[in-house]
């Protein structure tokens, strides 16, 4: 068996795409990341065992992997809408200095007349 850093991805090596991983945690072994609330998590896991009384280890696992999915379902949200910000600060910035000095220009040229 080969060690971790020695394993090749398309994009480079291991280490980049472990990293890749936990940065935006899609692909991490880890529900929680350390960025996250375990409280919140754990509201949540608290919330379906009752709603969905597991019986076995079976069905505990299920519960287990439906927060899970939500968990990483809200995580894929919130990294969709922080991405859509971005780019919208990106295209309003563009025109931030324009509207600055256009704004004054205009109220002037409204009150003059």
């Known amino acids: 068996m ?15 795409a472990r990293f890749n991983a936990l940065q935006h945690g899609v ?6 990341l350390p960025w996250e609330d375990i ?5 949540l896991l608290e919330a379906l065992v009752v709603e ?3 019986q076995g280890p079976t069905e505990e696992h299920l ?4 927060v899970g999915v939500i968990w990483r379902k809200r995580r894929l949200r919130l990294g969709e809408c922080a991405a ?4 919208l ?14 704004l004054p220009r205009a109220i002037a040229s409204m009150a003059s007349a």
């Not at 409280?39 to 509201?43: F, M, V």
């Not at 859509?84 to 780019?87: D, L, W």
């Open 2 to 16: 080969t060690d971790a850093d020695d394993i090749e991805t398309p994009g480079g090596n291991y280490e980049v």
């Open 27 to 32: 692909l991490s072994q880890y529900s929680v």
């Open 39 to 43: 409280a919140e998590y754990r509201a």
């Open 52 to 54: 969905h009384n597991p």
């Open 63 to 66: 519960v287990e992997e439906l």
């Open 84 to 87: 859509y910000r971005r780019a």
């Open 89 to 102: 600060k990106r295209t309003t910035d563009l025109y931030s200095e324009t509207a600055t000095v256009a």
